[in-house]
């Protein structure tokens, strides 16, 4: 049946997803695509056409991204206009992050993530003081505190891209390609994937969980920095120069953010079985229902993502390393994680498995995960050792 | 009728075996069980090495151990017997799966189910009942424009007494299932044809062998050699500048095969580029390919993540190492320093036998590296090139090894400059180096010189006596003055052949524990005088002995040149090898892969992704609208499910009904709910 235009003057259609979109979904949209032209043409001869290809993907994911989560849109053009302008008052000259005083103690990369760390730190302890308080006040001070973190970190890595470059033009390249970068990446990530969930759940209860394992990420990225100098950038080696890692290091870590987020929902959701359903603890924590709504869409979430992660680690190791699976220990790591997860999303889907052992579950696939993550490249040799410890 | 009984014992009907083992293959037990059986099974392969040669597990494990992981193929896990059988039966559980699941998952995704009863739809979760005005078309014309401009593919069908209006949306779920579980099966078949399962039924027919000696490729024998018809494999070789190469080396277990090439590869050139850091940057190679199909050789250049694919063949830029680097090398005695030094010409990867005091040895040249780039003393952002270095091995009669790395150029350290070589007894440990301090002209002469004369008992004698009154008592007799001269010169003798070893050993030897400090210091006040006293003698003879005594510089070397001779005792090699020339060949490791399968599993890949994202972001809802004739008009009956997230659909389903009372124009309102509990 065709939708007859008296149905549609009724306001029974739901209308098309174009026509859902106001003035600044349209103008920030075009801010989009402006931004991905300028780039194209202004540094289109140093990308292959595999890059271009990529770069022309980021407008659609961006404009899904802003279109579905509003939140984005601010976001987006908030950490542009600071890389930008981070990147214009380093005018070409890397000295200048030592003398500028914008640079120095806010927008060089090293600044903007040791306030992305601060900020981590301070949410959490505001979630968690917000839980204890009964604290609307706290709650959106910690919200405040995690959208300034999760900004700060992604300008720290807009502006690391930019100061990699400054120090050598074939020393330039995306910040994804060594521990210390993907961590940052992790936090980012996390953190905003957290937002979403706060955003669509309008629930803060869960803030304290997540951020929980965010500033744990955090923890060791200062120890990393401090132990290892692992701040300092390195060139790449020449396995690492390729397009592959824009898109296989990301998706590889929406897959571990929702994948932690999940196992912290799932130590919420211990905690909260525990409790007497009247008691007062309980009536601040989110209920066990949300914990575990969220906590399956995280992990299929993470789990869709960390699918298309693995296979395109699988194509790039097609052009790198002599064939899509070697059996290393990075490539078998992520196959145990993933099984793992597709053995968790069959009980859930398949056999109806809730609650507590599925929580138990979801927090042992993070310790799964950050073997994966961490553990191959600490205790295991391979051909992924890039990031060694 | 009576008479008819239910006989208390009828048997219920044997199903047959075909259909229990099917229906086990298929249940998901099963399959979860698998899924986690083999993750845990692939653990064992990344905490135990892969194909690690036999000997080196047999000194991890023990040889009882070493039988046992053997024996459960653990070395070469993913290729075992068991470890096939494990995927192989998640395969099947796949393949079962779908065959039994995919007629009613297309059903689901077709079928309208027109013809549902109105008692079954009471029975749905989600439900509501009103009287609307209007008659039955009418009424249902308007539910099913609602729900189509709701985004619901639509079906109606007319019965006898009513009409039944279905609304479908989002079954490509339904499709998202059978692409993920189809894809597995998909990759898992090509993985097969991948895989060297036939190459291991070959190896149990006994039809190849694999080698495990380190031979030449022209000598390896044709029971280890695979012919160009083998369909899928993953080799490597290694081709020095200038060589080629028309098979590669794959690796089985603790061995190889030789797996010959239908083309010649050509290595015309090599280049690498490095960071200022040392590191490397980039490197290619120049390929030539020799095909007798081509009418000419092809010409490509590879570097890495730009492998050449070449019917089929996939040629990868995998490493580069030395490639037979020729070297000339000085080999100067350390026994028996004023011989004039020995010219030794070899190359990497080749033996050289000398023969020395010791014995004959074996010099076996092992890497040569033309930069070596380390962070600066200095500035740690800054970078020094240490220049060329050599590794070599010095073997002995017996068969034990000594290896030493030795940089060309002196180094240089707080403004001195000394001859460095590293040492080590097994590759476990780091290096430990000597440093040969080098005179103002940049050579070791003036080290050799002083050492020579060290080692000459009748020089050192002489040095002695005259120096007599400083060592000796001035009041012992001559018995006592003849017999510490032969001392000292015996101990002089120990420390300049044997170093400090020797000398703690004899302290060890002689001297009882409680005066073993103050006999060390003795015996080393004495060396230092001894030495100094010729050292002097040869500052005198270069005439740089001035009115203000020995320069701190000349200082400095004497007690490098102690150190040096302190350590020459553990350096366990007669001969100092001084790289004097070199004519750098680099070789490139390629690696090349021949994968039928590849695109195979690529495809199941794409169906895999997009399976899963199906999976999740299509929910699967249909509802249904039935029209009957009622008091005011119409009865509505309305009806849905979806197959994920109970409270999301139950969420759409008020807001549909909720439009499609709107739109039936509803007089009156007999709303028949289930409550909106969470039902688990």
């Known amino acids: ?389 | 009728m009576a008479g008819f009984t239910n006989t208390p014992n009828s048997p219920r009907p044997r199903r047959s075996s075909g259909a229990i083992l099917v229906e086990f293959l298929g249940s998901m037990n099963l399959a979860i069980t698998l899924l986690v059986a083999i993750s845990v099974a692939a653990i064992i392969g990344t905490v135990l090495q892969q194909n690690q040669p036999y000997p080196d597990y047999v000194r991890k494990f023990g040889p009882f151990w070493f039988e046992v992981f053997e024996r459960l193929g653990l070395y070469d896990v993913y290729s075992a017997g068991w470890f096939l059988v494990l995927l192989g039966l998640l395969l099947v559980s796949t393949a079962v799966c779908v065959y039994r699941n995919t007629p009613t998952m297309l059903r689901d995704m077709r079928h309208f189910r027109l013809d549902v009863q109105d008692k079954s739809l009471r029975a749905f979760h989600q439900r509501a009942e009103w009287q609307a005005p209007g008659d039955t078309p009418a009424v249902a014309e308007r539910a099913g424009a609602v729900l189509a401009a709701q985004g619901y593919r639509v079906r109606a069908k007319a019965h006898a007494e009513r009409t039944v209006v279905a609304g479908m949306r989002g079954s490509w779920n339904r499709l998202g299932y059978l692409l993920t579980h189809v894809a597995i099966v998909v990759i898992c078949i090509g993985a097969l044809v991948d895989g060297n399962l036939p190459l291991k039924l070959s190896e149990r027919l006994g039809h190849i062998k694999v080698e495990t000696r380190d031979l030449p490729a022209n000598q390896i024998p044709p029971e280890s050699t695979l012919a160009t018809d083998n369909p899928a494999f993953r080799g490597s070789v290694r081709i020095p500048e200038g060589g080629q190469a028309d098979f590669v080396f794959l690796n089985v277990r603790d061995g190889f095969l030789l797996q010959k090439l239908p083309f010649r590869v050509e290595l015309v050139d090599f280049r690498v580029d490095h960071y200022p850091s040392g590191q490397p940057k980039s490197f290619e190679s120049d390929l030539l390919i020799h095909d007798p199909e081509l009418p000419e050789p092809l010409k490509h250049t590879i570097a890495v993540n730009h492998p050449l694919i070449y019917k089929g063949y996939a040629i990868y830029q995998a490493s580069f190492s030395d490639g037979g680097s020729e070297l000339t090398v000085m080999a100067r005695s350390l026994d028996a320093p004023n011989l004039d030094p020995l010219e030794l010409k070899g190359a990497v990867y080749q033996n050289l036998k000398v023969v020395t005091p010791r014995g004959p040895l074996t010099v076996e040249f092992i890497d040569f590296k033309p930069h070596n780039v380390f962070p600066s003393e200095e500035d740690g952002d800054r970078f020094t090139d240490y220049g060329p270095s050599v590794v070599f091995k010095l073997r002995n009669e017996a068969g034990e090894a000594m290896e030493y790395l030795n940089y060309m150029a002196p180094v240089s350290l707080e403004g001195r400059h000394y001859f460095m070589s590293g040492m080590r007894a097994t590759p476990a440990e780091p290096y430990r180096y000597l440093y040969i301090p080098m005179d103002a002209n940049g050579s070791l002469e003036r080290f050799f010189t002083l050492r020579s004369r060290v080692l000459d008992q009748e020089h050192v004698r002489r040095t002695v006596a005259a120096q007599a009154e400083g060592l000796i008592p001035a009041d012992s007799d001559a018995a006592t003055r003849a017999g510490l001269v032969d001392s000292i010169v015996h101990l002089v003798g120990l420390f300049g052949r044997g170093g400090m070893d020797a000398l703690v050993g004899q302290v060890e030897k002689a001297v009882p524990e409680a005066d073993r400090n103050q006999a060390m210091e003795s015996y080393i006040t004495v060396l230092q005088s001894v030495i100094g006293s010729i050292y002097l003698d040869q500052l005198r003879e270069e005439g740089v002995l001035g009115e203000q005594g020995v320069s701190e510089a000349d200082a400095q070397f004497f007690d490098d040149t102690l150190e040096a001779f302190a350590a020459l005792g553990s350096y366990g090699s007669p001969l100092l090898m001084q790289l004097a020339d070199f004519r750098h060949v680099e070789a490139s490791g390629l690696q090349i892969a021949r994968a039928p399968g590849k695109n195979i599993v690529y495809l199941g890949c794409v169906m895999l992704m997009a399976g899963v994202f199906f999976m999740f972001y299509l929910h699967h809802r249909r509802v249904w609208v039935s029209v009957a004739p009622g008091e005011h008009g119409a009865r509505v009956l309305f009806a849905g499910s979806g197959n994920r997230d109970r409270a999301e659909f139950a969420t759409e389903f008020e807001g549909l009904q909720r439009v499609l009372m709107t739109a039936t124009g509803t007089a009156e309102v007999v709303v028949q709910k289930e409550a909106q509990q969470s039902c688990q």
């Open chain 1, 1 to 389: 049946m065709s939708v007859t235009s008296e149905a549609m003057k009724d306001g029974l259609t739901r209308p098309a997803w174009w026509r859902r979109l106001g003035w600044f979904d349209w103008a920030w949209g075009a801010l989009v695509v402006l931004a991905s032209l300028y780039t194209s043409a202004r540094y289109g001869a140093l990308m292959d056409g595999f890059e271009m290809v990529i770069l022309a993907g980021t407008v659609p994911v961006t404009l899904g991204l802003g279109w579905m989560w509003k939140a984005m849109r601010p976001y987006t053009l908030v950490v542009a206009l600071l890389s930008l302008a981070a990147i214009a008052l380093y005018g070409g000259e890397l000295a200048r992050g030592d003398s500028n005083f914008f640079l120095k103690y806010l927008l060089s990369s090293q600044s903007a993530i040791m306030w992305m760390s601060a900020l981590f730190v301070m949410a959490t302890a505001a979630y968690w003081l917000s839980l204890f308080m009964r604290s609307e006040f706290t709650g959106r001070v910690a919200s405040a505190l995690t959208w300034c973190a999760s900004t700060m970190g992604f300008i720290g890595l807009m502006v690391r891209w930019r100061e990699s470059y400054l120090i050598g033009p074939d020393v330039g390249h995306i910040p994804v390609s060594n521990l210390y970068e993907v961590f940052i990446l992790f936090a980012v990530i996390t953190g905003l994937m957290y937002l979403y969930y706060e955003g669509r759940y309008r629930s803060r209860a869960m803030g304290a969980f997540a951020l929980t394992v965010i500033s744990a990420a955090v923890a060791f990225l200062l120890w990393y920095t401090f132990e290892h100098q692992a701040h300092e950038i390195q060139p790449l080696v020449p396995a690492l120069q390729s397009y592959w890692m824009k898109i296989h290091v990301p998706t590889n870590f929406v897959g571990y953010g929702g994948f932690a987020l999940a196992a912290m929902l799932g130590i919420a959701y211990l905690i909260v079985d525990r409790l007497e359903p009247a008691s007062v603890w309980a009536t601040r924590l989110p209920t066990l229902a949300q914990l575990d709504d969220v906590m399956y869409k995280a992990i299929a979430l993470g789990f869709a993502f960390f699918t298309v992660a693995t296979v395109l680690g699988a194509m790039w190791a097609a052009e790198a390393w002599g064939g899509y699976w070697s059996w290393d220990p990075k490539e078998t790591w992520a196959l145990i994680v993933w099984l793992n997860y597709a053995a968790w999303l069959h009980m859930r889907l398949t056999k109806g498995w809730r609650g507590r052992p599925m929580a138990w579950w979801a927090i042992i696939g993070l310790f799964v995960t950050t073997f994966a993550f961490l553990g191959v490249n600490m205790f295991l040799s391979g051909l992924h050792s890039y990031g060694t410890l």
